[in-house]
């Protein structure tokens, strides 16, 4: 399985997360789960729930959620 498969079956099991979450999760390093996150949006496969948290930079960060399939 691929960190980025990773990341999908995470958010498929129905969890809202941002990409800092994703990492704690995952125990991975935020700067490898980032760019997954990206690819994963831009394969259509996840979306932005339209929340926000705040990361560990405090900066907020936007929550991600796995698409409905069709």
Do not use: C, F
Request: aromatic letters at 2%; glycine letters at 8%; hydrophobic letters at 40%.
């Amino acid at each position: 399985m691929t960190l980025r498969d990773a990341v999908l079956a995470l958010l498929r099991e129905g969890y809202v997360l941002s990409a800092d979450h994703i990492a704690n999760v995952l125990k991975r390093d935020i700067l490898s789960i980032r760019p997954r996150v990206s690819e994963l949006h831009t394969m259509g496969l996840i979306e932005k729930t339209g929340g926000r948290r705040q990361n560990r930079s405090g900066r907020t960060a936007n929550i991600w959620r796995a698409k409905r399939r069709r």
